[in-house]
């Protein structure tokens, strides 16, 4: 599907899937995230719904990305301090959906089937939507898109 260009602002991290590290890092990523009220103070918002992007691919999934965790938003014209800003480019996705307990893994066992999978990926930007039916945790849907060469 044909997704078009959309801005995000949040906080991110640089990490890898060597080693496991990115276990950690993604982790403490949503603590700061929801301990430090990050959505609530990013402006011009469109929803509610929290998106993880994972972009600046150095290669491929095996090697370092960034990951960040925000907000879709009208504009990046105010980003405000130690947040970043980042426009999503019209892209052509494969949507997979995670659903079951937020606890047990779901979406971690959703992207080691996409890591397995011989999609075309483009390792542009990739996304998670936890939106409206991602609230309740112990039954959520979170939608997860890949960006895939045509």
């Given at each position: 599907?044909?997704?078009?260009?959309?801005?995000?602002?949040?906080?991110?991290?640089?990490?890898?899937?060597?080693?496991?590290?990115?276990?950690?890092?993604?982790?403490?990523l949503?603590?700061?995230?929801i301990?430090?009220?990050?959505?609530?103070?990013?402006?011009?918002?469109?929803?509610h719904?929290?998106?993880s992007?994972?972009?600046d691919y150095?290669?491929?999934h095996?090697?370092?990305?960034t990951?960040?965790l925000?907000?879709?938003?009208?504009?990046?014209d105010?980003?405000?301090?130690?947040?970043?800003g980042?426009?999503?480019?019209?892209?052509?996705?494969?949507?997979?959906?995670a659903?079951g307990?937020?606890?047990?893994?779901?979406?971690?066992?959703?992207w080691?089937?996409i890591?397995?999978?011989?999609?075309n990926r483009?390792f542009?930007?990739?996304?998670?939507?936890?939106?409206?039916k991602?609230?309740?945790?112990?039954?959520?849907?979170?939608?997860?898109?890949?960006?895939?060469?045509?």
């Open positions: 599907m044909d997704i078009q260009k959309f801005n995000i602002i949040g906080i991110s991290i640089r990490t890898t899937n060597e080693n496991e590290q990115s276990g950690k890092d993604i982790p403490a949503w603590d700061r995230f301990s430090e009220g990050i959505a609530e103070k990013i402006p011009n918002k469109i929803n719904s929290i998106y992007v994972y972009t150095e290669k491929d095996t090697k370092p990305y990951t960040i925000g907000c879709a938003v009208e504009s990046l105010l980003i405000p301090e130690e947040m970043v980042i426009t999503i480019e019209t892209a052509y996705y494969e949507k997979f959906i659903k307990n937020l606890n047990d893994g779901i979406v971690i066992n959703e080691i089937k890591w397995n999978s011989d999609l483009s542009t930007s990739d996304f998670e939507i936890y939106g409206e991602a609230q309740n945790p112990e039954n959520a849907e979170v939608d997860i898109f890949i960006a895939i060469n045509r």
